[in-house]
């Protein structure tokens, strides 16, 4: 869609009247924050220093011609710990350090010599040629350590610096590439699972996806954000990308007279400072998205606070100008037209895992299952391609909830996907704390991780599944159980119905051990609730990681007897004593 300067085009109905960008309000401290626009490029901190020495994409002809070459030990400090990251390369945590030492010890006396290596898959369907590259990395380089993310990466562990050109050349053969899969840049999109198949879907972003990146990904004038950028984008009625907690999202809306397009959310992040996304009220069609996102982006590298990094992310911008203003940099100042106001997405009509079957518009079915907390081997991705040749399917697409999900299998052999995926240890029909369980990387590969996350969080739901078979019946409901190693929420827990964070705890006997704390009644788009919400924070109450399934069995019990009809874990949890949460 050609661009119109807002000098020469009246403002669509209900858009607000444009003037000159809105001045930028000095910094209460009176410290410059070290936004571009306004104070200027200079680095204010040691990252933006490295950063501005040299563009963080360089890195990649060092590794290929030099470290590749000479090994770990020719790698300099602001490469390894600064610049690979720019190529999705972080150092992994060394065997054998507690989750205690964390805090104590530097950067480089946790990390090992061999790397996790992040490949961003942006909601491509895998198809099985790219599964069994992507499978004989893991078992070629990796020990066969896999694990699929919430942001629908691949993560490999055990990655050594002279395998990685190699990895990047199988990589490239299957369109598949490692790019600002981590740093300061635009990371991996999330998209809908079921793009361009689904029979309810609205509009299918997978044109918006393959254009942005084509146009900015690896863009250099991109590469230097004040902190990392999320975007998700999706068309289905499920809202299956957890929009409210990325940087930029858009979701799939039909305007009144403009048809099928795009509600703009932003500013959404968890961590620390958890701040749910919220909607700028425009509509964006479908050839204005790339151009919108790009604007978006921009805003938050020249605007973005960079003198502290804990402060750095959009939410805190979007924070301090709130939407109106946010909106009228973004036309005036980004894009030179204004955006028509939109309407808000419907309430989600199912879970956006997609778990199970599902018919699609061509009368073939898709067919989502659960690996327990995203752990999946090498050789299962190898055997997971040629189940999808074996049944007649298409692909592969992962999902935000560390699921997958097989596409295009015929009418015919459905039952045959269903019985396959299930001896592969891929649950069609999970309990549903199974199918709701997500976990981070935890204390097995994290530099930053308190406790172990994966193991704790396998076991506990084996123990689970056994303990509350009675109460599961009674549930109606998925109950989302998350735990991340540290504060940062990789695994959203601010979002989940139960959600631990992993942290070093004293118990009654003042002995210090590994436990969690608890947060209860988060949830994002879902059916039955009026809208998203952040779980509720038991600061005083923390639960030792062995006696995790106790805890969670008590809760869930508690939640089975004293619910009203219909209510949803969120909503009981949020209006429960707290005596009764505990």
Known sequence: M??????????????????????????????????????????????????????????????????????????????LHGRFRWWGLYTQRKPGIDGGRTAQLEPHELEDRYFMLRVRTDGAALSPAALRVLGSISTDFARGATDLTDRQNVQYHWIEIEDVPEIWRRLDTVGLETTTACGDTPRGFLGSPVAG??????????????????????????????????????????LDVAHEINDISLVGVVHPELGPGYD??????????????????VFVTEEQAPDVWHGVVRIFRDYGFRRLRNKARLKFLLADWGTERFREVLESEYLGYALPDGPAPAPATGPGDHVGVHLQKDGRSYIGAAPTVGRIRGDLLTRLADLVEEVGADSVRLTAFQKLVVLGVP??????AVE????LGLRTRPSALRRSTMACTGLEFCKLAIVDTKDTATAAVDELERRLSDVEPRLGQPISLH???????????????????????????GE????FQVHLGGSLSAPGLEGPQLGRTLRQHKVAATELPDYVERVVRRFADGRTDGETFAAWAHRAEEEELR
């Open 2 to 79: 050609e661009s119109t300067d807002l000098s020469t085009r009246p403002p669509a109905d209900g858009a607000p009247a444009h003037a000159a960008p809105p001045r930028v309000r000095p910094s209460r401290s009176g410290k410059p924050q070290g936004q571009w626009k306004v104070d200027g490029t200079a680095p204010l901190n040691p990252n933006e220093e490295f950063k501005a020495a040299d563009n963080g994409l360089n890195v990649r002809a060092r590794i290929e011609e030099t470290y590749a070459r000479e090994g770990f030990d020719a790698i300099p400090g602001d490469d």
């Open 197 to 238: 198949i689904a029979a309810d879907e609205i509009i299918d972003p997978t044109p918006v996806i393959a254009e942005i990146k084509r146009r900015y990904i690896g863009d250099p004038e991109l590469a230097n954000l004040p902190r990392k950028f999320k975007t998700a984008i999706t068309g289905h009625p499920s």
């Open 264 to 281: 703009l959310w932003v500013g959404g992040a968890l961590s620390t400072a958890p701040r749910l996304g919220e909607r700028l009220g």
């Open 411 to 416: 009418a015919d052999r459905v039952q045959d």
């Open 420 to 423: 396959g995926l299930e001896a």
């Open 483 to 509: 735990l991340n190693g540290c504060p940062n929420s990789c695994a959203r827990i601010q979002t989940a119905d139960i959600g631990l964070k992993g942290q070093i705890i004293t118990t009654d006997d």
């Open 512 to 515: 210090q051990v590994p436990g």
